[in-house]
């Protein structure tokens, strides 16, 4: 469920009008609501009611500064997966003990960054990094607090660009050698053994490979601890799916995806950890983007948008698809067509939609991706020098530019010219 429904026969974001605010900010630009966000926080929060338990926000899938704070004065962790990011979460005012740090390839600068700066725990993923982070952590006179990611070979049956939990992944280390691997750990000096943490995948719209993951993981953690380990904290990673086409999607929510957690982690005594990204942010988020030509090609008609592919990646990288609808509602029995809409930039691959049926667009109208508020903005390029859309947060009736749309000039001004030119 989200906060963009139509009010008055205009597309609203809360309660303010998305017209409106395309007036004030000019298109294209990402809208999120504050509502939606808090949301779906609770609603993790609340599904792991009764267990010792943090939520922490993938966040990758959305990471304006305005939105970490949002969501970590409500009280989210955050998982990070580099230095900027943690960066970011810092600034946004997240405590080290509620960042964790997930990610195959952590540089010694990252470990340094974050044992220095306070950290919950690493995410380790390999033999070679659990030794760097016992090394760096020795020489900053610390402890790193660990878990490691195993890799449970469980398909996650979501699109193969975005599953991580098969045995040919790069993902985390393979469970059959995980005896050998936290005995290797426990003779490290630099380090602590705290649990245990996996991650198969995104946008996972069915229960049942996250509980085959699960119980790989519940039956792991009575070895480790029949093995003399210390596993106290489980880190079940994120992934739970979200529904793209909102008319006959329905995915598990929140709160069915958390009894499955407690039927399956829930006898061991563990803090759990979640990671969820996409099911906070996704539905959170639109992109608002106007069109400018409507084009008649041989066989097809082409909607040309002022958005791009190198605002929203996702069609062209996944085939994903997104849902585009018109901002001023279209009256009963209105005129429809059926459209390839497509972006300004120089690739066919520019594409965001191939024979979409929907009510007629004309030059100049406004109308919204839906579902676009994770691996969004996140995802954007400046390609063919379009700079970077504006981001915008609303609140009830108010709303903020949370990220300006950069001049000309200053998307120039970042290039250096050597002085011998
Ligand atoms: C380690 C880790 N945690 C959490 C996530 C968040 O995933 P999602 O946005 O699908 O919830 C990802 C991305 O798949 C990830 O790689
Ligand atoms: N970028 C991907 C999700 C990647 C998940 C990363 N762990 C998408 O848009 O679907």
Redesign the pocket.
Known sequence: MDHFVYQDGVLCAEDVSVAEIAAQVGTPFYLYSSATLLRHYRLFDEALAGMDHLVCF?M??LSNQAILQLLGEAGAGM?V?SGGEYARARAAGVPGERIVF??VGKTRVEMRQALTGGIRQF?VESEPEMEALSAVAVELGKIAPITIRVNPDVDAKTHAK?A?GKSENK?GIPIARAREVYAHAARLPGIEVIGIDV?I????TDLAPFEAAYLKVAELTEQLRADGHTIKRLDL?????IPYVQSNEAPPSPLDYGAMIKRTVGHLGCEIEI?????ISGNAGVLVSRAIYVKDGADRQFLILDAAMNDLIRPAMYDAHHDIVPVVQPEAGAERATYDIVGPVCESGDTFAKGRAMAQVAPGDLVVFRSAG??GAVMASEYNSRPLIPEVLVHNDQFAVIRARPTFDEMIARDIIPAWL
């Open positions: 993938a990758k899938s998982d997966v997930s990610g995410n975005i991580t993902f991650h995948g995104s946008q996972l990673g994120g992934g739970l799916g990671e969820p990204g996409r099911l994770a691996y």
